[in-house]
């Protein structure tokens, strides 16, 4: 009997279970770590690639160093990425700024605060869906972001799911505050990623018959 046969079913989940928490803490220091080496504002954005491509990386079995890997995705795509989904990171930062602004301000609700707050989930959920579309598909860089927003309009219900995972993630945050600066953010970016792979799989699945209006996945192996 092989080693693996005699193991408990529950000890392989438990260590599968693990491995998947220890990557959340990689993923979470990395795009902290990568995000200051940009000063943040060009940062963040490759930051988020680099998280998300070696997320494919690591769903697909590949083993690589995650450092190392990390720091060659973020060099690579680093005025790329930003060019691709930088005005998209931008408008919803300054759309956060706006809810966050007003919420603060104590104000009774208005017309132009659920406008914003309306207006900065959209953009959040066009960012979230650009990142994984971005290491997942090979477009010109002027088309992730509009790319992104067609495919969300038209995948309204995924959309929805995704916006509900990002208020768990951030309700689990605010419950446990001392989760934050060790696994949200990365909790946040491999759950999106693994999201988003599973929709477009999905989408392409029920495109087979018909012409895709997304071009065929990035070749196995190959970095672009």
């Given at each position: 009997m092989s080693a693996n046969a005699a193991t408990p079913g529950w000890a392989v989940r438990a260590?599968?279970?693990?491995?998947?928490?220890?990557?959340?803490?990689?993923?979470?220091?990395?795009?902290?770590?990568?995000?200051?080496?940009?000063?943040?504002?060009?940062?963040?954005?490759?930051?988020s690639v680099a998280a998300a491509e070696l997320t494919r990386r690591r769903l697909r079995g590949e083993s690589f160093p995650p450092l190392r890997a990390f720091a060659a995705a973020w060099r690579r795509e680093f005025w790329r990425s930003n060019a691709a989904l930088g005005p998209a990171f931008a408008v919803t930062a300054l759309?956060?700024?706006?809810?966050?602004?007003?919420?603060?301000?104590?104000?009774?609700?208005t017309a132009w605060g659920l406008a914003s707050a309306g207006a900065f989930v959209g953009a959040f959920a066009v960012s979230a869906i650009a990142v994984p579309m971005y290491v997942h598909y090979d477009l010109p860089l002027?088309?992730?972001?509009?790319?992104?927003?067609?495919?969300?309009?038209?995948n309204l219900a995924h959309a929805v799911l995704l916006v509900a995972a990002s208020v768990l993630v951030v309700t689990c945050?605010?419950?446990?505050?001392g989760i934050i600066p060790f696994l949200s953010l990365g909790a946040w970016s491999t759950l999106a990623t693994v999201l988003c792979l599973g929709f477009f799989a999905?989408?392409?699945?029920?495109?087979?018959?018909?012409t895709s209006s997304l071009p065929s996945p990035q070749n196995e192996g190959v970095p672009r």
């Open positions: 260590h599968a279970a693990f491995e998947w928490v220890w990557w959340l803490i990689v993923v979470n220091v990395l795009w902290y770590l990568f995000a200051l080496a940009g000063g943040v504002v060009l940062g963040a954005v490759p930051a759309l956060a700024a706006s809810v966050i602004g007003h919420f603060n301000a104590a104000q009774p609700l002027s088309r992730y972001v509009i790319t992104a927003s067609r495919w969300m309009l038209r945050s605010l419950v446990v505050p999905a989408n392409e699945r029920r495109l087979a018959p018909q």
